[in-house]
């Protein structure tokens, strides 16, 4: 009798090829994209590196690296070859010809990671609009080299049209989910519209990839969002309010993980996600102290951070996985030597209470101390008060309700007409 049928797709094997100039960068990379592979549902099979000066125009890496990249990757029967870096619509056309074999780079791959990640509507949107952003410019490649001449006499045909065509057809599909992403970004603005009514701070977890964000979003707020080491284990962003146990309230979100020379169309595309970084009072940046290139990959998230219009929010330095630390006295050394800071370990619960404090530090200069006299027929406001602000003192005296509370401007100018004096 005849046993099971395996229905599952058979996993890709791709031979990788690094160009990175620095060689105190090597394993780092190395296992970074070997990462990227995994998450991608993909198995290397072996690799190679070429040190460059600059980029070869037709090819990116040199002839000689191409034929030994070519006998390499059909020795490890390979599928297809990743290069590790950005490459134009010619340079993969001529590597593909050269190599013959599917050539992919970096851009692609965490595009289509991002692809099956996306989970949401909004996510599906955004992840397609930087695929299509990305292909544009190199839809003549996958022409030959006949049908790319355009003009001339005896040049003119189906070449030309099928091209033209097609370029009408992605430019379309760009301004439709342009379109469509626009209408998510004025969902997006509402929502923050309504969570300014109630105006509790917002703050947002910010970090490199596998960093541990989705980790102690869980913690503080007590979610359950998947929390994987792989590489954009989270894409879609959300939003929970904490209520911590020394009357510390905000808003917290967990938004998509960062990542070196993170595809430009990617942060073009998701933007109205990113926006919630830019519109937060304070940015937790999860930098997962046990990698061996973390201070490398806090630089990343900086310039991402800048990049999208962020450099004016407060940060709070969450230095997390200290459990991973070969001794505590290394996560006191590094909370001393920076700034506004602080260490924890996410999965352990270590810190939280440090965490928290120092959280409601960052948030004091959101709020200030008011007296006020609440006549009984305003009881409502002193709810609010407690819901969205922290009280102090409360009193029920014959002409009103005494109140001491910290609150945002938005709710002491509710206050103002009854305020007191001293």
């Known amino acids: 009798m005849p046993g099971p049928v395996n229905t599952q797709a058979p996993v890709e094997r791709f031979f990788l090829v690094f160009v990175n100039p620095d060689e105190a960068d090597d394993h780092y990379v190395e296992q970074e994209l070997e990462g990227l592979v995994e998450a991608a549902g993909g198995e290397v099979t072996g690799m190679s590196r070429q040190r460059l000066d600059r980029p070869h ?23 297809a070859v990743i290069v590790d870096a950005e490459l134009t619509g010619i340079q993969l056309r001529n590597l593909e010809e050269r190599l013959a074999i599917r050539v992919l780079d970096r851009t692609t791959l965490i595009l289509d990671i991002f692809a099956g990640r996306a989970k949401t509507r909004e996510g599906q949107l955004q992840v397609e609009l930087a695929q299509y952003t990305y292909r544009l410019p190199r839809l003549m490649s996958v022409y030959t080299k006949f049908e790319r001449q355009r003009g001339g006499i005896g040049m003119r045909g189906p070449g030309e049209t099928k091209l033209e065509s097609d370029r009408r057809m992605v430019n379309a599909r760009i301004s439709r989910l342009k379109e469509e992403i626009e209408e998510v970004k004025r969902h997006r603005h509402l929502q923050r519209a309504a969570r300014k009514a109630h105006p509790v701070p917002t703050v947002s977890l910010v970090g490199y990839t596998s ?197 945002v401007p938005e709710w002491q100018a509710k206050l103002k007409p009854f305020l007191i004096a001293g």
């Open 57 to 79: 125009k037709a090819t990116y890496i040199g002839s000689g690296k191409v034929e030994e990249v070519r006998l390499a990757a059909a020795e490890t029967e390979a599928d």
């Open 211 to 407: 960093a541990g964000k989705s980790t102690l979003m869980n913690r503080l707020s007590g979610t359950d969002l998947l929390a994987d080491a792989m590489p954009f284990a989270t894409l879609d962003p959300t939003t929970r309010r904490v209520d911590a146990t020394d009357g510390v309230s905000f808003f917290l979100t967990d938004t998509v993980g960062f990542i070196r020379n993170l595809p430009t169309q990617l942060v073009a595309a998701f933007r109205a996600t990113l926006e919630e970084v830019t519109e937060s009072d304070l940015l937790l940046h999860v930098i997962d102290v046990s990698h061996e290139e973390w201070e490398g990959q806090r630089d990343a998230v900086v310039e991402t951070i800048e990049e999208i219009g962020g450099s004016d929010v407060p940060v709070l330095n969450v230095f997390n996985k200290i459990d991973a630390l070969p001794s505590v006295d290394e996560a006191t050394r590094l909370v001393t030597e920076w700034p506004n800071s602080v260490a924890v370990s996410a999965l352990k619960g270590t810190g939280m209470a440090d965490l928290v404090e120092m959280v409601r530090k960052q948030l004091e200069g959101r709020t200030g101390l008011v007296k006020a006299l609440l006549p009984y027929d305003q009881n409502n406001l002193v709810e609010s008060c407690h819901k969205f602000g922290r009280v102090l003192r409360e009193e029920y005296r014959e002409d009103g309700i005494y109140l001491e509370a910290e609150l």
